[in-house]
């Protein structure tokens, strides 16, 4: 069966640096785009970010454009994003989902609280 | 980017009873290989969102029948019939026509 499992979140001071991890299983993880999406405490839900199956192609929701990197390795069959320069604005829970125009598995989903 | 507008954001639901959501777009969600790329999810208290609709009409494996997606361009509509107790949780529209993909407020179902 598709896991998606996540780790990396946590609390960091503003201007800090985070990345988070997702462990794919149960599919061809290479086949698949995979996207990152977050929720601020209390609120909806957002998208973040987008990558390709073989990492030629990425998207950013605008407000982490120039400060949050998605990757992937295909090999190890890993997801990741790099979010440095984090402000308080970007404390949510962070989800991994398997897919891009619709996300039919998604991760268990880890805590980033941004604050001094 | 396109909006997405869900209404009503509260959903009070008797068990047994229908219940509709609707999800409207700031521009048609339709490609021109004839999908609508409009999704539905559902987050239950405490966990993550699950997909229940892809492309405007479709289940996802291992959704019940009493749910059903319909609608075209910019009007959607995602129907429960006989809700039940388990069916509680806010339900999310989202359009992955064009990044950045973007979801609705969200709509709080709750049992009666």
């Known amino acids: 069966q598709v896991q998606l499992v996540q780790s990396g979140g946590g609390l960091v001071e503003p201007g800090g640096s985070l990345r988070l991890s997702c462990a794919a299983s149960?599919?061809?993880?290479?086949?698949?785009?995979m996207s990152w999406i977050r929720q601020a405490p209390g609120k909806g839900l957002e998208w973040v970010s987008c990558?390709?199956?073989?990492?030629?192609?990425?998207k950013y929701e605008d407000s982490v454009k120039g400060r949050f990197t998605i990757s992937r390795d295909n090999a190890k069959n890993l997801l990741y994003l790099q979010m440095n320069s984090l402000r308080a604005e970007d404390t949510a829970v962070y989800y991994c989902?398997?897919?891009?125009?619709?996300?039919?598995?998604w991760g268990q989903g880890t805590l980033v609280t941004v604050s001094s | 980017d396109i909006v997405v507008t869900q209404s009503p954001l509260s959903l009070p639901v008797t068990p047994g009873e229908s219940a509709s959501i609707s999800c409207r777009s700031s521009?048609?969600?339709?490609?021109?290989?004839?999908?609508?790329?409009l999704d539905w999810y559902l987050q239950k208290p405490g966990q993550s969102p699950q997909l229940l609709i892809y492309?405007?009409?479709n289940r996802a494996s291992g959704v019940p029948d009493r749910f059903s997606g319909s609608g075209s361009g910019t009007d959607f509509t995602l129907k429960i019939t006989k809700v039940e107790a388990e069916d509680v949780g806010v339900y999310y529209c989202?359009?992955?026509?064009?990044?950045?993909?973007?979801f609705g407020q969200g709509t709080k179902l709750e049992i009666k």
């Open positions: 989902a398997k897919g891009l125009e619709y996300l039919a598995y």
């Open positions: 149960g599919f061809i993880f290479g086949d698949y785009y």
């Open positions: 990558i390709s199956s073989t990492s030629s192609y990425t």
């Open positions: 521009q048609s969600l339709l490609r021109s290989n004839g999908y609508n790329y």
């Open positions: 492309l405007a009409s």
């Open positions: 989202m359009q992955g026509l064009q990044p950045p993909y973007t």
